[in-house]
Nanobody, 122 residues
Framework: QVQLVESGGGSVQAGGSLRLSCAASGYTFSPHCMAWFRQAPGKEPEGVATIDWASTTRYADSVRDRFTISQRNDKRRLYLQMTSLKPEDSAMYYC????????????????RGQGTQVTVSS
């Protein structure tokens, strides 16, 4: 059974940094794509960043140059380093997993974790 467990969220002031982590287990398929999404109250889920089997990365315009997605060599741990955080970055952050390519829509991902809350105060 595929399991994704996020950690590392918290409350920070604007300009601060956080590092999110996602532990992935229970799958053997490859190649695959892993992603970070976020959802603020009352808003639609938003793609943050994706990383594929070859470690090719993509970012949403809103986080490019501030966030960095990476994965451990065994592909069992996903990270999101967030710097220069802004209040508008506040949301529940989810990691997600699917086979093959990295689409931008969260609806196209097969597996998703329970999320970790990030709150940025001004």
């Amino acid at each position: 059974q595929v399991q994704l467990v996020e950690s590392g969220g918290g409350s920070v002031q604007a300009g601060g940094s956080l590092r999110l982590s996602c532990a992935a287990s229970g799958y053997t398929f490859s190649p695959h794509c892993m992603a970070w999404f976020r959802q603020a109250p009352g808003k639609e889920p938003e793609g943050v960043a994706t990383i594929d089997w070859a470690s090719t990365t993509r970012y949403a315009d809103s986080v490019r140059d501030r966030f960095t997605i990476s994965q451990r060599n065994d592909k069992r741990r996903l990270y999101l380093q967030m710097t220069s955080l802004k209040p508008e970055d506040s949301a529940m952050y989810y990691c997600a997993l699917r086979l093959y390519a990295c689409p931008s829509s969260p609806d196209e991902y097969t597996y998703r974790g329970q999320g970790t809350q990030v709150t940025v105060s001004s």
